[in-house]
């Protein structure tokens, strides 16, 4: 994330000073990185996943990931400077400062940056390599110089500052130009005077369009250079007009797009408004939409347990802290959806269960004085027909369990499968659909190691209906049934009735207990006795 140097000159003169073994790192809050070089593990806090990262063998570790409600760490070869990085609020990403650091301390022992030619401007030679100068100073014989790639280092603790062998055969190697940390100027965001926010910057409505580190914002209303699924038709109320610093999923502040290629996204440097926020009217005791403004006093977990208080780190440490999240009404162990979650949840005091959904009563809409506004009840379907290319049910988990990414997001994956580009498919929220023609619904998984998986849905056959069909030659009749066509010269048997299609017009209707198949109308059609038939 964007930081002046010279902050980065106290955090690392923090960081050499014995204490915490987070001191030596830079914390950025719902931050996931992109990277194929990674190991995971299991652990109970930061420290412990830090613990790892210092330990790592596999590679040189740059930076880790924490996510605080499964509690997982990832051990990262790169940092948010050297891969894509993505929203995420669940996770906490810690970054080594002396990896960040575009400076040199001193006479640059310490210098961990890219920098990678010479002051004269000649590429620097790979410290592993031997060719066209034989190096004296190696990753094996100097494991702890930090000889990666060709980047500028000072192994030898030249008074000159970091240097590197050169490409040029007739240097054998010259300096870098590192600037010295103290030199460094800290960029502000733009925008009017006097620009605040409240609580998060949910609601602000600013003109500040560029990064704390001064990289410019990249419109909401285009898909370059970071494709993305922010789009205004989705998020009509967040105001994502221009190239505006905005916050629509609930980070910890506004944020934007860069125009950077190789910086992703960004938080924007807006002050706090010194006034209190203003008291909101729509603070419901019972579930309205997600639940997001849910402020009512349950605290119990839907199979029982109850919540852990939100501002008590045990059993469960965690990042929603009050103080940090100050519109959110983290009060007492009230269940809460401070993260846009489906509904309220909490963090339990069971040790062995990190956190729960609640079960929160819905609102009597004529109560909330919103009787006029529709509400759409989504087809409770269980089941699709052929591919499932019709299938506009609400599952959202996979075969093996895993919940489904939204398909405006790109977030742990990145896809192209969006509203925008499959506008029939009906790609709300994250439901299973199938809109490029599978073999059946599927969705993008919110696993990081799994980019999709079929989901966990029932598939209507016709030989499903034909369990106990038997042949006629009394009708020559040809009907279709959903996505299938009943051949003629046959008829179906179900529950030892026998009925017969002619012209008949057909419709699955969702039920509780799967799917049922009723007939419309009838221009010639023998029914003994049977008004639908229940599959």
């Known amino acids: 994330m964007g930081i002046s140097k010279a902050a980065f000159l ?29 190991q995971f593990y299991k652990t109970n806090n930061e420290k412990e996943c830090a613990d790892k990262c ?7 570790c740059r930076a880790f990931l924490f996510t605080r409600k499964k509690l997982q760490c990832l051990t990262l070869a790169e940092n948010a400077k050297m891969a894509v990085a993505f929203t995420s609020t669940d996770a906490v990403l810690y970054e080594k400062i002396i990896y960040l650091m575009q400076c040199k301390r001193g006479i640059g022992t310490d210098y961990r940056g890219t920098e990678a030619k010479t002051q004269r401007g000649i590429p620097c030679q790979k410290w592993a390599e031997k060719i066209p100068h034989k190096p004296n100073y190696t990753p094996e014989k100097y494991p702890n110089a930090g ?151 349950i605290a119990i977990t839907e199979s029982g347990n109850a919540c852990q208080h939100w501002n008590t780190q045990f059993p469960h440490k965690h990042g929603w802290i009050p103080d940090r999240y100050p519109c959110k009404g983290l009060e007492e162990n009230y269940c809460r959806n401070p993260d846009g979650e489906k509904k309220p949840w909490c963090y339990t005091t069971n040790s062995s269960v990190r956190w729960e959904y609640c079960t929160i009563p819905p609102c009597d809409r004529t109560e909330q004085g919103i009787a006029d506004v529709p509400v759409q009840v989504p087809l409770a379907e269980e089941c699709y027909r052929g591919k499932g290319q019709s299938y506009r049910g609400t599952a959202s988990v996979t075969v093996s369990g895993k919940k489904c990414q939204a398909w405006s997001s790109m977030f742990p994956h990145t896809h192209i499968k969006t509203p925008d580009r499959f506008p029939d498919a009906d790609l709300r929220d994250n439901y299973c659909r199938n809109p490029d023609g599978d073999s059946s619904p599927w969705c993008f998984t919110t696993d990081p190691n799994t980019i999709w998986e079929y989901c966990n849905l029932k598939s209507l056959k016709l030989e499903d209906l034909w369990s106990a069909k038997t042949r006629t030659d009394l009708f020559n009749m040809e009907s279709t049934l959903g996505d299938w066509t009943i051949p003629r010269h046959q008829s179906l048997n179900l529950s030892k009735f026998l009925v017969f299609f002619l012209g008949s017009k057909m419709q699955w209707l969702p039920t509780e207990s799967g799917c049922r198949l009723i007939l419309l109308e009838s221009s010639s059609c023998v029914r003994n006795n049977i008004p639908s038939m229940a599959l």
């Open 10 to 38: 106290f955090l690392f003169l923090l960081s050499s000073v014995k204490g915490d073994i987070l001191d030596a790192y830079l914390r950025t809050d719902g931050v996931w990185i992109f990277t194929r070089n990674k």
């Open 54 to 60: 210092e330990a790592e063998r596999n590679f040189t």
């Open 147 to 297: 000889l990666e790639e060709n980047y500028c280092r000072n192994p030898d603790a030249d008074e000159g500052g970091p240097w590197c062998y050169t490409t040029d055969p007739a240097m054998r190697f010259d300096y870098c130009a590192i600037p010295e940390c103290e030199d460094q100027v800290t960029h502000t965001g733009e925008g009017p005077t006097g620009e605040c926010m409240q609580c998060n910057g949910e609601d602000y409505h600013g003109e500040v369009s560029r990064t704390e580190s001064g990289l410019e914002c990249q419109r909401w209303d285009v898909q370059e250079p970071h494709m993305h699924g922010f789009i205004l038709k989705h998020y009509p109320d967040k105001d994502l007009k221009m190239n505006y610093c905005r916050n629509p999923d609930g980070e910890l502040r506004p944020w934007c797009f860069t125009t950077n290629p190789n910086k992703r996204w960004e938080y924007c440097n807006i002050p706090r408004c010194n006034t209190p926020p203003p008291v909101s009217g729509l603070d419901f005791q019972c579930l309205s939409g997600k639940g997001e403004d849910y402020r009512g006093r």
